[in-house]
């Protein structure tokens, strides 16, 4: 395994994301034990860069990773996220980065953890009602009093990226990227290379639909949110479908799978991004581990860039509204 930076953080280049193994996707929360056996080998494997949220569950995921970290803590960059339950208002789902919000969330985590600090704190989604002036100085008082380490933020915009650091530098910006969501390469990769700032892709594989392995929505339960997803739902899924076909054309070419293939096209965008493919499977996390030795030759990297855009927004409505571009 190799280890990037992510502005002065040191991280494993391939890391591991929890959400599938408590929350939003099908069989989620179902076997812990093979969750746990999973955070395990991934760090066997040398992967460092563990990625939860106290919305997850909410509150199961974390759990899970405590669980799983006893007597293996200092082997993990734990990242965690804040801001979309209300421990104020008493209410999920909704943004609230207000510094007292911060403050009961953070002793939360570091519970629920089983850890003094947390590596890297996001926020999870930008707070319309709260500056994030106020956000960000109350997470530089978490630093000094080293409850977190790192300030990370979530799916933020080039303005509210560069207003967070100039109050206290930010380690890491977290959005979708991939294959079939290049929306960062415009505005905000640019912005971070300018800051140092580290950038961390979520669902890279696409939600699963880039490693080719779905064909149908049908076995989707009513938990999974991709059930809503405009990019699973109707002619968008079938119009889709011609990107994972050409992913997996090219993954039989270079003799790799399209996981694999979807990986290193990620990696090669930068020594600066870290990408967190979420699995909840032994065999899965050792299949993305292995993306980081695959080679792509010119041509393929040229197919690649060059395949169709995905048809669909990302989100549904409410998700959306969340995001900033």
Do not use: C
Request: proline fraction near 5%.
């Amino acid at each position: 395994m190799k280890y990037i930076k992510l502005g002065d953080l040191e991280v494993s280049r391939i890391g591991l994301g929890l959400v599938s193994m408590s929350y939003a996707y099908t069989g989620a929360g179902t076997d812990d034990a093979e969750s746990i056996r999973t955070i395990h080998r991934a760090l066997e494997l040398g992967v460092t860069h563990l990625d939860t949220a106290e919305f997850y569950g909410p509150y199961l995921n974390e759990e899970l990773l405590g669980k799983a970290l006893k007597g293996r803590r200092d082997q993990a960059v734990v990242a965690t996220k804040f801001g979309l339950i209300s421990h104020v208002r008493g209410e999920a789902g909704q943004p609230d980065s207000s510094p007292a919000n911060i403050r009961t969330a953070v002793e939360g985590s570091l519970k629920r953890l089983g850890t003094d600090h947390i590596d890297l704190y996001y926020q999870h989604r930008v707070d319309p009602n709260t500056p994030i002036e106020d956000t960000v100085g109350a997470l530089a008082e978490l630093v000094s009093e080293g409850k977190i380490r790192h300030i990370g933020l979530s799916e933020a915009g080039p303005e509210t990226i560069r207003r967070a650091h100039a109050v206290h530098p930010i380690t890491a910006v977290q959005s979708e990227y991939s294959l079939w969501t290049r929306h960062p390469e415009a505005q905000v990769l640019p912005l971070l290379r300018e800051l140092n700032i580290g950038f961390v892709p979520y669902s890279p594989l696409g939600r699963g639909f880039l490693t080719g392995q779905i064909r149908s929505t049908s076995d989707f339960d009513d938990t999974d949110l991709r059930k809503n997803n405009p990019r699973f739902t109707g002619e968008n899924f079938r119009r889709n479908l011609r990107i994972a076909d050409e992913v997996q054309a090219i993954a039989a070419e270079a003799g790799a799978t399209p996981a694999q293939i979807a990986l290193a096209w990620l990696l090669s965008r930068g020594d600066d991004i870290a990408p967190i493919p979420g699995t909840k499977r032994v065999a899965r996390v050792e299949e993305n581990t292995a993306a980081d030795a695959v080679e792509l030759t010119a041509e393929q990297m040229a197919k690649l860039d060059n395949l169709p855009p995905a048809v669909g927004d990302t989100h549904d409505e409410a998700g959306l509204r969340m995001l900033e571009r």
